[in-house]
């Protein structure tokens, strides 16, 4: 990996040139390679000890979470799974913290209490992370209830696999009955851990959310754009109304399920093939074709992530784990509760 | 004086809180416009719309999932699982997103949820609507458990539980449903979760139970009593966490201790309870046992249920080999 230099830093694209598009298309471009840089000091740091247990990396489907955050506004929420790193940045939460995390340090989103899969962030409206497939999805139904008082939407991030579990089945009808302000984001990546996804599922997953009456998509999901417009129309059908939503984002992943695959079930030519559709390199060719970024633009992002991503691993080495000596409280204390 | 009834005590409680405080929602399997199959729950559906009070599909997952998602974004929501029975389909709800989620989350948000669910035998329901599934839960930190034994009680304890910031599971044995008792001059107030309550004194033998058990033991204690043994009874009213000192202090006084819960011998709250006073107060115990059903499934045929219950007759004549024998 090329390190930024002060040079590549020091020769800025003249940004006041750019069209509102292209700046907006740099700044999704900067979300998707943050995620991207983040996945990859998270797996280096895993092997180098720093970080624990087992990772599930969003490398080659950042364009998923990305898109899906662009279009949230201040009163939606989203749920994640345990490949949730990728959508919590989409979501805002600060990269570092998330980092700390990682590293189980004191500084962490959730103070190292959580982990990999696990992320909680509310104030960057992350319902949390579960590590349990199917949890994403009820807890975004749930909140639906209560954020359509607010004329919130919110959004449950899942993979394909999950489809067939009774989480999936019984959300969606519920929330259909209820016309719930919530979008099903299926990241269909096409493995369900090892397993292709047509070996184990009967059917066309979209055809069971639309026998529920459930308005359904199927998109590109490695094009940060074609996220953005479906996600964003999909989002203001909720918040109209018009009940839960459900789009089929396809997508691949470039790494194992966890960090302990190395994704030998793979069909020959298959990841290279993916590899053209590189969510990063999709919108780089974008970027630099229609939208009319000169290269040089782009690789100052490339550039400035890549000293931020440098500074956040320094500052996570260095910063403190939590005290085991300190008191920790089992219960909520009571709060008044008179309205 | 008018009469409570356990049944009525549980609606009124809903309806008031529901009328207190509008981030309070209702919903489960047909508590809405049939009001409830135990009938605990006619009219709110009436009395406060279908956007706070509503029949949910069959399904626990749904049900339970959805609570804790509404429960950290702004509502606080009370569910319905029927029967105690069901719970194993709403686990992962519970225990792993709800319980978890304000450590996990370092304090960012509690969980005020609460879910209430008929739970007990007696009724000839059979193995798999019969049970009381305290066990399952009392090793999962971040839960309460409330259990109440009289209808004062069961509206003060509900009141209590819906204002509480955790998750609560609030389980109604199915034989208390039909009980009364006077209606108290003043309101009914929310009581504080945790505190368990002398019900009668004694000074022989601390009986510490809950649910039925407390009307059991409480019958017991009077036929015990025409022999010259005196039981104090302690209804525990909260299961987890368990209210230690109050037990303590019981068993200072009487120096023997009998657990009495309707459930397995084996992971039960009694076996908690006897291993907690022992570690604290070993010296002042003389004796110290429990009194549960064996480790099975429960019997649906009348007399084989009657048998395996500990009620009234039982405990007598435990209490009565126990202490004569001793």
Not at chain 1, 14 to 24: D, K, V
Not at chain 1, 279 to 293: D, Y
Request: negative net charge.
């Amino acid at each position: 990996m090329a390190r930024a230099t002060t040079n590549a830093a020091a020769a800025p694209a003249p940004a006041q040139e750019l069209s509102g598009p292209a700046q907006h298309g740099l700044e999704l471009y900067r979300r998707m390679l943050v995620i991207r840089r983040f996945e990859e000091t998270v797996q280096s740091l895993f092997q180098k000890g720093e970080v624990h247990g087992t990772t599930h990396l969003y490398i080659g489907e950042e364009a998923g979470a990305v898109g899906v955050g662009d279009v949230l506004k201040a009163q939606d929420r989203a749920a994640g799974t345990y490949r949730g790193h990728g959508h919590a940045l989409g979501l805002g939460v600060d990269p570092q913290a998330l980092l700390d995390e990682m590293l189980g340090r004191a500084s962490g989103v959730c103070g190292g209490r959580a982990g990999s899969m696990n992320v909680i962030d509310l104030a960057h409206r992350l319902i949390g992370c579960f590590g349990i497939i199917g949890g994403s999805i009820s807890a975004a139904t749930g909140a639906a209830l209560a954020l359509r008082r607010e004329d919130g939407v919110a959004v449950a991030f899942f993979g394909e696999g999950t489809t067939n579990h009774g989480y999936f089945h019984e959300c969606l009808n519920f929330a259909a009955v209820r016309k719930l302000p919530v979008l099903y984001m299926c990241e269909n990546n096409l493995y369900g851990e090892f397993t292709p996804w047509e070996d184990v599922t009967a059917g066309e997953i979209e055809a069971r959310p639309r026998t529920l009456g459930i308005h359904t998509e199927t998109i590109d999901g490695n094009d940060v754009w074609a996220v953005r417009e479906a996600a964003g129309a999909a989002v203001e059908r909720a918040r109209a109304g018009e009940g839960p939503q459900f789009i089929q984002s396809m997508t691949y992943r470039f790494v194992g399920h966890s960090r302990s695959d190395p994704g030998a079930y793979r069909k020959p030519g298959e990841l290279d093939r993916w590899k053209q559709r590189d969510p990063l390199l999709v919108a780089r060719t974008k970027l630099t074709g229609e939208l009319g970024v000169p290269p040089s633009g782009v690789d100052e992002v490339d550039a400035a992530v890549e000293a931020q991503i440098d500074a956040m691993i320094e500052a996570a080495l260095a910063a403190p784990y939590p005290d085991p000596s300190l008191p920790v409280r089992e219960f909520a204390p009571q709060a008044e509760h008179a309205p | 004086m008018a009469d409570l009834e356990f049944r009525r005590a549980i609606r009124d409680a809903l309806d008031e809180e529901l009328a207190r405080d509008e981030r309070v929602v209702f919903f489960g399997e047909d508590v809405a416009k049939p009001g409830g199959v135990f009938a605990v729950t006619p009219g709110l559906f009436d009395a406060h719309g279908e956007e706070r009070v509503f029949d949910t599909p069959i399904s626990e997952l749904a049900i339970t999932g959805a609570a804790f998602g509404a429960a950290v974004s702004g509502l606080r929501p009370v569910i319905e699982i029927m029967f105690g029975d069901f719970l194993p389909l709403a686990m992962d709800g519970l225990v792993n997103q709800a319980a978890k989620y304000w450590y996990l989350s370092n304090e960012q948000a509690s969980v005020p949820l609460v879910v209430r669910s008929a739970v007990g035998a007696g009724g000839r329901f059979g193995a798999i609507h019969s049970q009381s599934p305290v066990p399952w839960f009392q090793a999962v930190p971040g839960l309460r458990i409330v259990a109440p034994s009289t209808p004062v009680d069961a509206k003060a304890l509900l009141k209590g539980a819906i204002r509480d910031d955790n998750p609560v599971l609030f389980f109604e044995h199915k034989r208390l449903y039909s009980i009364k008792e006077p209606l108290p001059d003043d309101p009914i107030e929310a009581a504080t979760l945790g505190e368990a309550r002398v019900v009668r004194e004694g000074g022989d033998l601390t009986v510490v139970t809950a649910m039925r058990g407390v009307h059991d033991a409480l019958a017991a204690a009077e036929q015990l009593s025409a022999d010259g043994i005196e039981l104090e009874v302690i209804d525990l009213r909260t299961l987890r966490p368990l209210d230690l000192p109050t037990v303590l202090a019981s068993v200072r006084k009487t120096n023997r201790l009998l657990a009495l819960e309707e459930g397995p011998l084996t992971g039960g709250w009694a076996g908690e309870l006897v291993a907690r006073v022992s570690e604290e107060a070993l010296g002042e115990l003389d004796d110290v046992w429990r009194l549960t059903t064996k480790d099975l499934p429960i019997p649906y045929s009348p007399p084989l249920e009657d048998a395996f219950l500990p009620g009234t007759d039982a405990i007598v004549a435990n209490v009565r080999g126990r202490l004569v024998a001793a």
